[in-house]
């Protein structure tokens, strides 16, 4: 249960919010389909940096493969906002989450570090111990999604919420084509290593 604990305690790092914030946006541009954006990005957080942590991803996109990393994620949005479908919902969240994991770059502490360092050599054993770390990071996505239920009036301020998500992954994507994100992460680690 350590790395589930790990990852609740990430969330206070500012290097989290290049993870959590994108995932976020798509998620509440979704309107209804919040749920199936959920388990999307939090199914491919946990698969992409799994294979992250094992090595098996390239480094971070540049220019051409940015700007494809930041249509796709631009794609994802629209998908969330746009479409109707149950299944676009799901491959909206699948997108965001695994592209805002490609491009993320994480707080390391001791659970993370031992994902990290074992996952190359045998990366089976740590797809649990990945999963745990993200679900623990996900918590806010959670919380989010039950805010409807607890809250029924809140419903009325999807639409408002939806197109203002929206309009920020606009920005995101933009940000990710220019390569203005790899700044942000870098300097949201900066900012986590100040705070520790």
């Known amino acids: 249960m350590d790395p589930l604990l790990e990852g609740i305690r990430d969330l206070s790092q500012p290097c ?4 959590i914030v994108p995932g976020l946006l798509v998620f509440l541009s979704a309107r209804r389909r919040q ?37 796709g994620f631009l794609g994802s949005g629209w998908t969330a906002w746009k479409r109707r479908s149950q299944l676009s919902g799901l491959l909206a969240g699948l997108i965001a989450g695994g592209l ?16 990290l360092n074992t996952a190359p050599d045998a990366p089976v054993s ?19 999604a039950l805010l409807p239920i607890v809250f029924p009036r809140l419903v009325r301020f999807e639409t408002p919420v939806s197109n203002a998500a929206l309009a920020l992954v606009v920005f995101v994507g933009l940000a990710i084509m220019i390569d203005w994100y790899d700044d942000v992460v870098i300097q949201l680690n900066r900012w986590s290593v100040g705070a520790t």
């Open 16 to 19: 989290s919010l290049s993870l």
């Open 35 to 71: 749920a199936l954006v959920l388990l999307g990005v939090v199914a491919s957080t946990w698969v992409v940096g799994w294979m992250k942590a094992a090595d098996w991803l390239p480094g971070l996109p540049h220019g051409v493969l940015a700007v494809a990393v930041g249509l």
């Open 100 to 115: 805002s994991t490609w491009l993320w770059a994480p707080c390391v502490g001791t659970e993370l570090a031992t994902i």
């Open 126 to 144: 740590q797809l649990l111990p990945m999963g745990l770390f993200v679900l623990g990071l996900s918590l806010p996505l959670l919380a989010i």
